[in-house]
């Protein structure tokens, strides 16, 4: 009788170690999250959605992937090169993007300008209204306070010192806009926010050949304005 109480309690034993495996797979693909974007270039149009894991890494793909690739891969070869992030949902799973070949025509577009300020790689503030802060994780959690520009109506910031390349999430209060560039010296691939952001990884910014680019983690050189 013991012998197979104990052959019962290892039979049990294993299935629930199955079971706990089963929901753990499980889990995982419950918690890989879809976030479609639509880009618009011109009068071309691609829709792609992108699956991620709770990393935030891209694990499955679907859409206009090859002609958007090319594009991009294309316009990277131009000075200026950006993409507006024009709409989001409030889950921030569906965004909208307008690419641009030049800062001259994102700027037309949104009607600004830098009212006199330079683009030399050199740091800037100005006085005014707008707040911008920037954090190292998403959902605006852990605040590079060093960066947190308050009461002003023009920034720039040439490098980021230890944010670099680790800025997941930003707000804007009263603000404009936000540039975002992967380069210092606001060089590189950018792109333009006039919302804030809980969650950059989120942001797909373009192609390093076959790879993905997003947001996260990504930045740096930063510019801004306020309203």
């Not at 992030?85 to 577009?109: C, H, P, V, W």
């Not at 680790?166 to 707000?171: A, K, P, Q, R």
Request: charged content about 20%; some cysteine; proline content about 1%.
């Amino acid at each position: 009788m013991a012998f197979a109480a104990l052959c019962a309690i290892a039979v049990t034993g294993c299935n629930k170690e199955q079971i706990n495996i089963e929901n753990r797979e499980k889990a995982a693909v419950v918690q890989n999250e879809r976030v479609l974007h639509n880009y618009t270039y011109g009068e071309q149009h691609f829709a792609i959605t992108y699956e991620m894991n709770n990393k935030y890494e891209v694990v499955g793909v679907s859409g206009d992937v090859e002609r958007f690739r090319a594009l991009t891969l294309q316009l990277k070869q131009t000075p200026g090169f950006g993409f507006l992030l024009e709409t989001q949902d409030e889950k921030n799973q569906t965004y909208g993007i307008r690419i641009f070949d030049s800062s001259a025509k994102m700027d037309a577009y949104c009607n600004i300008t830098d009212n006199g300020n330079s683009r030399a790689c050199d740091n800037i503030t100005n006085n005014g209204n707008g707040i911008f802060k920037f954090y190292r994780d998403i959902n605006y959690q852990n605040e590079y306070v060093f960066l947190r520009r308050a009461y002003c109506s023009y920034f720039q910031q040439q490098w980021l010192n230890e944010a670099n390349d680790n800025i997941s999430s930003l707000e804007m209060i009263t603000a404009s806009y936000v540039d975002l560039f992967d380069g210092s010296c606001y060089s590189g691939t950018w792109y333009r926010t006039q919302n804030s952001i809980p969650n950059l990884h989120t942001v797909l910014v373009g192609y390093y050949w076959f790879t993905p680019v997003y947001g996260g983690d990504w930045c740096a050189s930063l510019k801004g304005a306020g309203l």
